[in-house]
Structures are given as C-alpha cells and as structure tokens.
C-alpha cells in the first residue's frame, strides 16, 4: 500500500510539473508573439506618420508658416521636417480609373520617411518637375500605368469646392497629367496612395506657393517626442496642433493593446486552472503521509513547520514547472525565428519577439498563482492529522 501510495503522489506530482510547464511554454509563446506583433505593425505603420506631426486647429492650412518654420529651425531636436498636402483625387488612364490619395510633398520629405529606399520598380520623382509622381503598387495594377514612360501618363482629377451654376467642365475640377517614376509597396498602410511634389498639390488645390496642410517632423530622439511637442505648442501658440506617432494612431493601439490585455487573461485564467493540478499534488502528499506526520506532532514537530513542508514542496513544482516552462517556450520562439516554420500565409511566417519583461510577466503570473494554491492547501489542521 505504502508503495502504492509513493507511485500515485511521484505521478501527480510530475503531473502537476509537467501542467504548469505547458501553460507557461503556452503563455510566453503567445506573448512573445505579440511582442513580434507590435514590432510588425510599426514596421508598416512607419511610412505612414512621422515622429511628430504639425497642423492647424483652425483650418486646413497652416497660417503663418514662415513663423512656424522659423521655430522648428530653432529646436535642435529636430533633424528635418517636411511641408505635406494631402487630399483625395480620381485617378484615370486608359479608361480605367480609381479614387486615391494624393500625398504632396517638399524635397526633403524623403529625410522625414525615407520611402525612397522603398522605390522596387523605377525610381523617386526628381523633382524637377511637378508631374513626376510615385504611385503605390497595388493602385499601379489596378490602373496598369506604365512605370517611367515619356509617352503614357494618367491624369488625376481634383474636385473644385464651392458653389453655383456648372456650365463647362473646368468649374467642377482641376485636371494634370501625371508620368509615374516609381513604384511602392503600401504595406496596406498606404494602399491607394500616391506621392508627387508639393506644387503639384497646390496647383490643382488653388493654393498659393509655399502651403502646407501639415508639416511632419523628425527628431533627433523619438522617444523626447512628448516633451518637444510642448515646447512647440508653448512657441507656435492656440492655433497649433501637433500629435506624436503614438496619438495618430491612437486607435489602432488601443486595439492591439486590448487584443494583448484579453490573451494574457485568457492565459493567466489557464494558469490558475492549471495550479489545481498542484493542489491535488499536495492533497495526495498529505493522504499519503498522514502517519508519518501523526506521528511527527505526537513527538512534538510543531504543526507549523510540517505546513511549511507542505508549502515548500508546492514552491519547488511552481518552480520546476515555470523554469522548464521559459525554457521550452524559449526554444520554440528560437525555433520559428530561425526556420519560420509556423507562417500566418505563405509570404508572412508568425513574428517572435523575445524580450526581459515576458519572462518577467509569465513568471510572476504563474508564481502568484502557484504560491497562493500552496498556501491554502497547505493550511492542514491538527485534528485532521490526529483524528482516526
């Protein structure tokens, strides 16, 4: 019986180890691919808004713009900014059309976002001339222009604001040619867009030369970006507003911060089902031991120090269970970054991010866990160890 009894307590209580290393190899796996996540999305976010981003709160246009360039030339956080234009346009070439966003800017856009780098077909509009633009990829198929032709161009459409009787073609828009000199990848971030020189922008808008709808800024250190940001709203004054990288998409990391905040319940709550595991570990011990232990107290062991025997052997599956846990997740996160084996579609392999603070979160969620169900079970009163 007594042999029987060890079997059965060796049994669950490798079971018990085993249960918390797989939901904690679960655990930082998950996380870890969040981590990867996170890092993924500011890879395509990244063309998309800069560091810190200037505009009006009274209007499109930023008034006064000489006395705003003025004061971003004075910050010496700051590397470059660029002049932006933006508004939506029709897109049309032979007979084929579409709605996109045209995205004017200055030469020195490409020291803010340099997507220049991105350029795989063709190359970056010199800006020599006012026509020469950079379409992105997906907007280029769909519209088949040829890339960098003398002889093939697309026109766009700008929409004409106010109000009347329209009697010739010419009041209800702006028309330009345009040549296409390269081609982008959008990275869905900017799908549909299209980049051209500013005073192609501000030709077919009407606007007086040197306008701006935004300026986009990049900083010597992003991360000083909150406190630049009021120094600049301190100088420009009401009129301005400025957001970081982080408030522009404030959304979207509100969704992805929810999605992690949701997985890690999730995963905690599978930990904690998973810590009943060790309290039938320790419930089995003290079945098993109860002689050995009635014994112990009518010899004068104090009652405390057999509790603290109970709980301790708790800690050591906890921590058996966590430690082997990290390990094995450790090496499967290693795995897939080494072969990209587990892939979300044939072109994307499922982002791993390995960082301190997952060990660290992982860790204490199971440890918490794990220590609580060890003390509460551990909690073993004398008159259930003496009673016959």
Known sequence: MAKKGSTAVTFITWLSVGAMMVAVTAMFVIISVFSGLEDLNKDLISNLHADLTLKSSTGKTIKNLDQVKKVLNSNKEITSYSRVIEEKVYISFNGKGDIAYLRGVDSAYVNVNPINKEVFYGTYPSFKYSNEVLMENSLNNRLSVPVDSSNHYATVFMPKPGTGIISKEEDIYNKRDISVTGVFPGKDQLDSYVI?????????????????????????????????????????????????????NAAFWKMINTEKMFIYLIFALVIF????????????????????????????????????????????????????????????????????????????????????????????????????????????????????
């Not at 979160?361 to 609580?372: D, K, N």
């Open 196 to 248: 051209s020189p500013i005073e192609l922008t501000e030709e077919l808008l009407n606007l007086p030369k040197n306008s701006a709808y935004q300026i986009v800024i990049k900083l010597k250190n992003p991360e000083n970006a909150d406190s630049v940001k009021q120094n600049l709203l301190a100088s420009l004054g009401k009129n301005i507003e400025i957001k970081t990288k982080e408030e522009e």
């Open 273 to 388: 089902i998973t810590t009943f595991n060790l309290a039938g570990a320790i419930i089995i011990l003290q079945l098993d031991k109860k002689e050995q232990a009635k014994s112990l107290i009518s010899l004068g062991f104090p009652l405390s120090h057999l509790r603290m025997t109970y709980f301790y052997t708790g800690i050591l599956i906890v921590i058996s269970g966590v430690i082997s846990g990290l390990i094995v997740g450790t090496a499967l996160c290693y795995f897939q970054l080494y072969t990209e084996f587990f892939r979300a579609n044939e072109a994307l392999p499922f982002p791993v991010k390995i960082v301190g603070k997952n060990y660290i979160i992982v860790a204490l969620t199971a440890s918490i866990f794990g220590i609580a169900i060890s003390w509460f079970f551990s909690k073993i009163s004398k008159e259930y160890i003496t009673k016959n």
